[in-house]
């Protein structure tokens, strides 16, 4: 078995897929171990739903998700707010203020069906779930900064 250091290579194969779903083309090269590793970002759509809901402090997150178990659309409701003070959104404040505020209201309307009830609990989740990737967002972006001081 060889090891990392020594050097060992791969074949990458590319395929090039045009519009109508056929492969095209095909390259190959050879790369080694110790080639630095390649970072690939991927960016889905988001519907406007989902990008109005606010990153907020993780207490915050937490007490909207609290609230949206006990009295669904109410946590909601309360993070349209945050967007003014203490939360961001990937959408303008007004924007996300006054979607926040529609999904509460159809929260609300579609709870006796328990549709609603569910989907203030997603609502809540996705509050804590935004607020806990920003915070280890927030820790990397620090570490990086350190290290780049000490070099």
Not at 57 to 82: E, Y
Not at 128 to 139: F, G
Request: aromatic share 10%; proline share 5%; glycine share 4%.
């Amino acid at each position: 078995m060889s090891s990392a250091a020594e050097g060992v290579d791969e074949e990458v194969v590319v395929i090039q897929v045009t519009e109508d779903s056929s492969p095209s083309k095909k390259y190959s090269r050879s790369i080694s171990r110790s080639d630095q590793p390649v970072v690939i970002h991927v960016r889905t759509k988001q519907s406007a739903f989902r990008l109005a809901v606010p990153c907020m402090p993780m207490p915050m997150a937490i007490f909207c998700c609290i609230l949206n178990i006990i009295a669904p659309g109410l946590g909601t409701f309360v993070s349209a707010f945050t967007v003014f003070c203490c939360g961001y959104t990937e959408t303008t404040p007004t924007k996300a203020f006054l979607w926040n505020v529609l999904v509460a209201f159809l929260q609300i309307l579609t709870f006796a069906v328990v549709v609603g009830w569910i989907w203030s609990i997603m609502w809540g989740m996705t509050f804590v779930t935004l607020s806990a990737d920003y915070e280890h967002e927030k820790e990397l972006n620090e570490k990086r900064s350190k290290m780049k001081e000490n070099i």
